[in-house]
Every structure is written in C-alpha cells, then in structure tokens.
C-alpha cells in the first residue's frame, strides 16, 4: 500500500471536533433514537461530498447527550476527509467517551455513489 492511500485511509481519524456535552440522566431503562438525516463530510481520496443519514441510539446511564452540541459536533464532519466507516465508528467512540451509555449503536445509510449504496453500523459494548 502506498503512503498516499495510508494517509487517505486515517484522516479525520484523529482531526480535532466540538466536544459532546451532556446532562445528568434523572431516569433508567431506556432507550434514546436521534436521527440525523443531512449528514455530510468529504470522501479523503476525492474530496466529494458525501451524503447521509445516521441514526444514533443509545440507554443512557448517568449522562444524556446534550442535542445542540451533538448537532455541531455532527455539523463538524461537513469539511471532513473521512470515510464512511471511520465516522461511523468514531461518532460511536465519541459518544461513549462522552456520556458513557449502558450500550449504544451507530448506523450510517449513505447515499448512492456510482450506483453503490452503503450502510455501517457499529454497536457498544464491541463485541471481540
């Protein structure tokens, strides 16, 4: 593999975004859906946009994510070089280190390029 596919394969990794807030949880044993039906950030090889929904749920446990914050962390990606799969398993990782859920689940459904259709998703607790 060459060093330019490497660096392509890492960007937005480890890119510095709005810190997630959130508030204390007051109940237990539920479950919280958001949906975000106009992400965007960059494809790292071609600079084109990419568009899609992402649906994070979660059971919160102390803490619940603040929505405005979510919403400019997410607003963040829109400038982004980042593949699919590496925002979907760092808005979990994200997520986590912020609020610290019981468990949670990222999905992305990007929209068709080239006639290819994606969906990722990734859960917490990871499995293996």
Known sequence: MNTENEKAEKRGLSDELPRLECFENQFKNYSITVVIP???SLCPKTGQPDYGTVTIEYSPDKNILELKSLKTYIQAYRNLGIFYENAINR?????VAAARPVRAK???EFRPRGGIYSIIEVSYPREG
């Open 38 to 40: 106009e992400y965007t």
């Open 106 to 108: 990222v999905k992305g």
């Open 91 to 95: 808005i979990l990782d994200d997520i």
